[in-house]
């Protein structure tokens, strides 16, 4: 039995006419219409081939190629039809909630005409105040000769001090009506924008909400998948599916198909044992197969689990210093072993099918929820089973993220991807092999300076450096930076043209000023630097030969 790696690949993208009859089964859904008081659904006859008898012409040991690349061409054609459609099933009570919260918006839009008029009146009376200070105040200076002569007939020094001194408390006090005015005036801005902050965080999650569809439209394409690949491979699957309920945003599930997709049919291809191994190994024929979906905080997780023969370490090892991926000599651990697998090409298979082989599958899987800010990572026991787990934000429309400054430019970087931030000197930088190092609690951390990735002017010279370590997977990273700014919303706006290709570049922000700040794409940062690096010790290597 082939270990369970990364060997799971894309099928050709034309079909295949099956040799059996075709079976209409449920309907696909294409389009979705409000009806009355809620969203209905828009049925077409989208036919899912089911083969009724009918063998195949391979050899007993092969899948049916044709089979498994009719079906997965089928569910790419369906995912085409369902998720790239301009209309969405709403639930009616979402939109009532954003009308409400609209009507909120004018009663609030309201109050600041009126407190834009009160301000434009403090304004006034504010001009009016200043200009009886001024007369007030020319009449005090006009009084000093009187004042000086009074004196010098002998008047009283104590009555002459007192009478200048009620006239200066009358001038100290020429503001206090405004004062009080204008902190009244303060507070009912302070209470409107407050309202106004509270309304808007709950329209940003009402249309949000609008977006989010159940991830069933993806999981319920996964039975007729199961049904033809088990066929093909002639192993039995029982397949089990939970929380398919759970909702994310709609250009996320759009991206989500083709990473299942190959997480799945490499469980089928190299997880789960044919029946005769499996009663061999003291298990029942049916092998298990588990979609799980779930919310964590504002993560979905998404597991895919069998119960299968599990990865085998040494093979990957082996398959790994075969390739010259790592040294003979090094001794790995089980995840650096697992994480092996979605190195790209890598594959243990023993023969090339259209399930699997070409090394293509794995990788795919890590290059696509990396573009979706997320993370993947495996687990596996041997002849226990493997558990794939997902982590993906539910929406790439708004993050959160931590704002830092590069000489005058401003960076956005995803705070998910923030492991932690420190305020060093300049002599904890250390040198080692050339690179700018960090040590944190006896961790070295590669030290990456964001001035001189962008070539941005700034002072080489610092009393102290902010580095934010950053990480996505197994790797770390510390980026140089001259100050913190602070935590906040950010609307991710998408570049366009020559920018698209800038690396290390995500998209875009607005700040509250009007700045423009760049969201740093931290998995592709991370990729540069230690490409960088690898570069840089072969290039010394070479010269030292």
């Not at 993947?376 to 708004?398: C, D, H, M, Q, Y």
């Amino acid at each position: 039995m082939p270990d369970q790696v990364q060997d799971a690949e894309e099928a050709p993208a034309a079909p295949v006419e099956p040799a059996a009859p075709i079976e209409a089964t449920a309907p696909a859904v294409a389009a979705t219409s409000i009806v009355g008081g809620s969203a209905e659904v828009a049925p077409t006859d989208a036919p899912t081939p089911k083969t009724s008898g009918g063998r195949s012409s391979k050899s007993d040991d092969e899948p049916d190629q044709e089979q498994v690349a009719a079906a997965v061409s089928g569910i790419r054609e369906e995912a085409r039809r369902t998720t790239h459609g301009s209309i969405l099933k709403v639930d009616s009570r979402r939109i009532d909630n954003l009308l409400n919260l609209v009507s909120e918006t004018v009663i609030t839009k309201a109050s600041f005409n009126q407190l834009s008029n009160k301000f434009t009146e403090t304004l006034v009376d504010f001009q009016g105040y200043q200009s009886h200070l001024r007369d007030q105040l020319k009449e005090l200076f006009d009084s000093l000769p009187t004042y000086l002569e009074q004196a010098a007939s002998g008047a009283s020094i104590k009555d002459l001090r007192r009478e200048i001194s009620t006239r200066y408390e009358e001038i100290y006090a020429t503001f206090d009506p405004f004062q009080s005015s204008f902190k009244g005036t303060i507070a009912k801005y302070r209470n409107t924008a407050q309202n106004l902050g509270r309304i808007t965080g709950e329209l940003q999650e009402g249309v949000m909400q609008i977006r989010m569809v159940p991830i069933s439209q993806i999981f319920s394409r996964f039975p007729r998948l199961i049904r033809d690949l088990s066929k093909s491979l002639k192993k039995k699957i029982d397949l089990k599916i939970e929380g398919e309920d759970t909702e994310l945003d709609k250009s996320v599930i759009e991206d989500l198909l083709d990473p299942l997709l190959h997480c799945v049919r490499n469980s089928l291809d190299h997880g789960i044992e044919t029946p005769e191994e499996r009663r061999e190994a003291g298990k029942s024929d049916a092998g298990s197969l588990t979609l799980k979906a779930g919310n964590e905080g504002n993560m979905i997780l998404i597991e895919i689990i069998d119960d299968g023969n599990g990865i085998d370490v040494d093979a990957v090892k082996a398959k790994a210093v075969d390739r010259g991926l790592i040294h003979p000599s090094k001794t790995l651990t089980d995840i650096e072993a697992f994480n092996l697998i979605f190195h790209p090409g890598f594959s243990t298979a023993a023969k090339v099918s259209n399930v699997s082989g070409r090394g293509v599958g794995l990788d795919v899987v890590k290059r696509q929820i990396d573009k979706l800010n997320g993370e993947v990572s495996v687990w596996s026991e041997r002849g226990v089973g493997t558990r794939f787990t997902i982590k993906i934000p539910l929406t790439l429309a708004i993050i959160q993220g931590l704002l830092v400054r590069v000489g005058k430019e401003i960076y956005v970087i995803p705070i998910t991807s923030v492991i932690e931030s420190h305020r060093i000197k300049p002599s904890e930088v250390k040198m080692l092999d050339n690179y700018e190092v960090f040590n944190v609690r006896d961790d070295v951390i590669s030290l990456l300076r964001l001035s001189h990735l962008f070539k941005i002017p700034t002072k080489e010279h610092h009393e102290h450096y902010f580095v934010v370590i950053v990480g996505s997977g197994d790797k770390k990273m510390g980026l140089i930076v001259d100050s913190l700014i602070g935590e906040e919303d950010v609307v991710i706006k998408p570049l366009r043209d020559h920018f698209t290709n800038s690396p290390g570049i995500a998209g875009a922000n607005i700040t509250g000023d009007g700045t423009v700040s760049l969201i740093i794409d931290v998995s592709q940062l991370l990729e540069l630097g230690f490409r960088n690096e690898l570069e840089q010790r072969k290039r010394r290597e070479t010269q030292i030969r």
